[in-house]
């Protein structure tokens, strides 16, 4: 979700009742890479082969960056879409295959980009950054093709993987308040839920804001956050991704200056949730019955307005936990504080991937 820049957000900050981190993942969290003040990093994915990839919003840039690279490391543009201001959500369809959403909101207007909303794939087979070359892509370069336009769309956000084999995405319109299913072969799309727990709500002083992050998971469940109701669901799904059973609610935020952004799973099935800004990463038990601050808080810099999180896929970094961060753009630190957007690495004590 990319609020809008009103200056009066700062009075949003409160004097509330927040759980502390827990200590253990204190000193766990480092810097990777922070950008130039005045960007936005939405999403991030990552690659079998360990790199990163980072959307921004604002700049239609899509990014890798080799965690694993020695300080400093610097992220390649992998591609510039030209005619948008952003790239949203990021979503593996095969190996090293992977969708993005790009479109026209405006951070610093709030204007949603009605009609402008495209989902296009991004095949980096073959594509190895150059780490020595900082700001280039070796031969052949990524392949780029547009899978289709939504011209229905309000604010295209969330993105997952429905279907390997059928080859289908969930996308996810934080503004219309619905969830289309998306045939990336043919191109044809259909909204598969609309209903209160994917609604829109009025969400002061940002734009009327509803499902945000989505991921499927094991193939038959949808999990998804509203950004607006600040609750994150579950849902048991069809292989069209229609509802199989009753939406059931997971978890309501800790505290009311959190948001609900976007979130990854570990083996065990437990959500790690960013908090936009509440500044902080949750963690979730699968059943909702834990909740625990497991990295920043609402006064820290350490983790300024996280908005998506994925466990490392490299050799070494299975438990490691990367954020991307708009860096307060939307909502200062305490009220006042801005940074470049970040991608910072938090050190768990679990594994969220190679399961
Ligand atoms: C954040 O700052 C406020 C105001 O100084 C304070 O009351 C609150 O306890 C702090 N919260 C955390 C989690 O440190
Ligand atoms: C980024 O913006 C903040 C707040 O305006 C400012 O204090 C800081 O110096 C800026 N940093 C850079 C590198 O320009
Ligand atoms: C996005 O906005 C720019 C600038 O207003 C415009 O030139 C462009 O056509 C828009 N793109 C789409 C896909 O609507
Ligand atoms: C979602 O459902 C509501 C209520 O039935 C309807 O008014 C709205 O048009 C639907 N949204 C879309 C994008 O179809
Ligand atoms: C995954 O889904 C299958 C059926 O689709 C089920 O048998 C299995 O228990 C599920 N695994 C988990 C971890 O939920
Ligand atoms: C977690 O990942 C590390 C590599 O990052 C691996 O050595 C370890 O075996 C994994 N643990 C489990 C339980 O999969």
């Known amino acids: 979700m990319k609020p809008q820049l009103f200056a009066f957000v700062s009075t949003l900050l409160c004097v509330c009742n927040i759980p502390l981190a827990?200590?253990?993942?204190?000193?766990?969290?480092?810097?990777?890479?922070?950008f130039p003040n005045d960007t936005w990093v939405e999403n991030i994915a990552a690659r079998s082969n360990g790199e990163l990839l980072l959307s921004i919003v604002g700049k239609p840039q899509l990014f890798a960056i080799d965690p694993s690279a020695p300080s400093p490391r610097q992220p390649v543009l992998i591609h510039e879409f030209t005619g948008f201001l952003d790239?949203?959500?990021?979503?593996?369809y095969q190996t090293d295959k992977f969708a993005v959403l790009t479109g026209n909101f405006s951070l610093e207007t709030g204007d949603l980009g009605i009609g402008s909303w495209a989902v296009w794939s991004v095949d980096l087979t073959g594509v190895e950054i150059?780490?020595?070359?900082?700001?280039t892509v070796s031969f052949p370069g990524p392949k780029i093709t547009k899978i289709t336009d939504i011209p229905a769309a309000h604010f295209l956000n969330g993105l997952s993987l429905l279907s390997p084999e059928q080859q289908?995405?969930?996308?996810?319109?934080i503004n219309a308040g619905v969830i289309y299913r998306l045939d990336i072969g043919s191109g044809d799309y259909e909204i598969v839920l609309n209903d209160t727990f994917t609604a829109p709500v009025p969400t002061p002083p940002f734009p009327i804001s509803g499902v945000d992050g989505l991921h499927v998971r094991n193939g038959s469940e949808l999990f998804f956050s509203n950004f607006g109701k600040q609750q994150l669901y579950k849902v048991a799904i069809n292989e069209?991704?229609?509802?199989?059973?009753?939406?059931?609610?997971?978890?309501n935020t800790l505290s009311t200056l959190d948001e609900y952004d976007d979130f990854t799973f570990d083996c065990d099935g437990n959500i790690f949730i960013t908090t936009g800004g509440g500044n902080s990463i949750e963690k979730i038990s699968t059943d909702g019955l834990q909740q625990v601050i497991i990295a920043g808080n609402v006064n820290s810099t350490a983790l300024a307005e996280p908005t998506s999180c994925v466990f490392g896929r490299g050799l070494n970094d299975r438990n490691v936990l990367?954020?991307?961060?708009g860096g307060g753009l939307a909502l200062p630190v305490n009220g006042d504080v801005i940074m470049g957007g970040q991608l910072v690495a938090i050190k768990t004590n679990t594994n969220g991937s190679a399961c």
């Open 22 to 34: 827990s200590s253990a993942y204190r000193d766990h969290t480092y810097l990777i890479y922070e």
């Open 87 to 92: 790239v949203f959500g990021i979503a593996e």
């Open 130 to 135: 150059s780490l020595q070359d900082g700001d």
């Open 168 to 173: 289908t995405l969930l996308i996810g319109d």
């Open 240 to 251: 069209d991704g229609t509802p199989a059973g009753p939406v059931v609610t997971v978890a």
């Open 322 to 325: 990367y954020v991307v961060t």
